[in-house]
């Protein structure tokens, strides 16, 4: 159907998945076809807001546009190939995608909420001591169509958009910048869905350099793995602190807020039984988040099989938990939610084809791990 010359396309090329198009992407791509940026709109609108993948049912696009799409694009959603429900209605879905790899998505229900749990990445690379996705290894970074594209899923199975999106699924979103940015464009756009700033959140290990780019192109909720209040226990816990230590993350995270009021970082602290669960450990932390707005989210450690550490037990984690409210810090403890499905943070581990076998080191630290 096209025409040599306007977009180089031809029948026998692999059609375009507008799943990996933002708004601005279509606009320019029926703009660059003779249309106004408000059909390639009217466009989005129908794949994002309607769940539309059938250009013939876009009524109000032209019929020789409907034709050039249908010739050219495509609307590609995800390969779902199991769905777990969790008797607290958590679900949890697994994307195929491809060369045997997999990807996990959880959906957690809540009053008043519908959080999706969204992954960025295919495994992961930063080999945090404690995560289940780290013993696989990296294999690559999603695409934007198979990121959006599990918000585009969910959206359709369950009938309603979610309310909340949080980057905590598999990978490491600011490790793969542009795609998870381009996300969170569909995700906060009004002819999408409609997310506000507050209601996104991007969970980072701390790469410090892109804290900095995303502040420049975006303002969602950013939530940080800390895990440990001083670099020796960090270094080992969330071993990228021996490239972006302490001293520089914290500043990175505050100048994120940009003096905003309405404003905090929240902080993760995966409580580990003998790790980094003592009220030492509690004054630390406060002293390192004085100055910086912030919220402490203890989350209890879910363990999963050769770990080598434990869950704090509750007394701990409720004792730490006072010591920071006393210090005037806020301080919530994460809800486990899921666990029967492997979906609590941290478990999820998809397919992922190995890399590498569990790290030796990783035993060691677990077995360091144990020790009070
Ligand atoms: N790569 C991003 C997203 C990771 S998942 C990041 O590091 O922030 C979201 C949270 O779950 C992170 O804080 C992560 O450190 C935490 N987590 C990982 N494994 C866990 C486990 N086994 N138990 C509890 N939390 C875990």
Same mark, same amino acid.
């Given at each position: 159907m096209s025409a040599p010359g306007d977009t180089g396309r031809g029948p026998a090329d692999a059609p375009i998945d507008l799943l990996d198009l933002t708004r601005a992407g279509i606009e320019s791509l029926v703009q660059g076809w003779g249309y106004k940026p408000f059909h390639g709109r009217n466009l989005f609108k129908w794949i994002h807001k309607h769940g539309l993948t059938d250009f013939e049912a876009m009524t109000d696009?032209?019929?020789?546009?409907?034709?050039?799409?249908?010739?050219?694009?495509?609307?590609?959603?995800?390969?779902?190939?199991?769905?777990?429900?969790?008797?607290?209605?958590?679900?949890?879905?697994?994307?195929?995608?491809?060369?045997?790899?997999?990807?996990?998505?959880?959906f957690i229900p809540e009053t008043g909420r519908r959080t999706l749990c969204i992954s960025s990445q295919v495994g992961c690379a930063l080999d945090c001591a404690f995560c289940a996705t780290a013993r696989q290894g990296f294999a690559r970074n999603l695409r934007l169509a198979e990121i959006v594209g599990q918000v585009w899923y969910a959206t359709r199975r369950l009938g309603v958009a979610p309310s909340n999106?949080?980057?905590?699924?598999?990978?490491?979103?600011?490790?793969?910048?542009?795609?998870?940015?381009?996300?969170?464009?569909?995700?906060?756009?009004?002819?999408?869905?409609m997310l506000s700033k507050y209601r996104v959140t991007l969970s980072t290990s701390g790469i410090v350099p892109n804290i900095a780019r995303l502040g420049i192109v975006s303002d969602v909720a950013l939530a940080v793995s800390l895990h440990a209040p001083t670099n020796a226990l960090r270094d080992e816990l969330v071993p990228i602190n021996r490239k972006y230590p302490l001293e520089a993350l914290v500043p990175a995270?505050?100048?994120?807020?940009?003096?905003?009021?309405?404003?905090?970082?929240?902080?993760?602290?995966?409580?580990?039984?003998?790790?980094?669960?003592?009220?030492?450990?509690?004054?630390?932390?406060?002293?390192?988040?004085?100055?910086?707005?912030?919220? &402490?989210? #203890?989350?209890?450690?879910?363990?999963? !099989?050769?770990? +080598?550490? =434990?869950?704090?037990?509750? /007394?701990?984690?409720?004792?730490?938990?006072?010591?920071?409210?006393?210090?005037?810090?806020?301080?919530?403890?994460?809800?486990?939610?899921?666990?029967?499905?492997?979906?609590?943070?941290?478990?999820? &581990?998809? #397919?992922?084809?190995?890399?590498?076998? !569990?790290?030796? +080191?990783? =035993?060691?630290?677990?077995? /360091?791990?144990?020790?009070?």
């Open positions: 696009l032209s019929k020789p546009l409907r034709q050039r799409l249908a010739a050219t694009c495509t609307v590609a959603p995800p390969r779902v190939v199991l769905e777990q429900p969790a008797p607290d209605g958590t679900i949890k879905w697994l994307t195929e995608v491809g060369d045997g790899q997999r990807i996990e998505t959880v999106v949080v980057f905590m699924g598999m990978g490491e979103p600011l490790a793969n910048f542009e795609a998870v940015v381009a996300t969170i464009d569909i995700l906060r756009d009004d002819y999408a869905y995270c505050k100048a994120y807020l940009r003096g905003d009021r309405r404003r905090r970082i929240t902080w993760e602290y995966v409580m580990l039984d003998g790790v980094n669960d003592g009220l030492g450990e509690a004054k630390q932390l406060i002293r390192l988040l004085e100055g910086t707005p912030s919220k &402490v989210n #203890l989350i209890p450690f879910n363990p999963f !099989p050769g770990s +080598g550490f =434990a869950t704090s037990p509750p /007394e701990r984690v409720e004792a730490f938990r006072q010591r920071l409210l006393r210090s005037g810090l806020v301080a919530t403890t994460r809800k486990t939610r899921g666990e029967e499905i492997a979906a609590a943070c941290g478990q999820l &581990v998809g #397919l992922v084809q190995r890399r590498r076998p !569990p790290l030796a +080191g990783a =035993a060691a630290r677990g077995a /360091e791990g144990a020790r009070p």
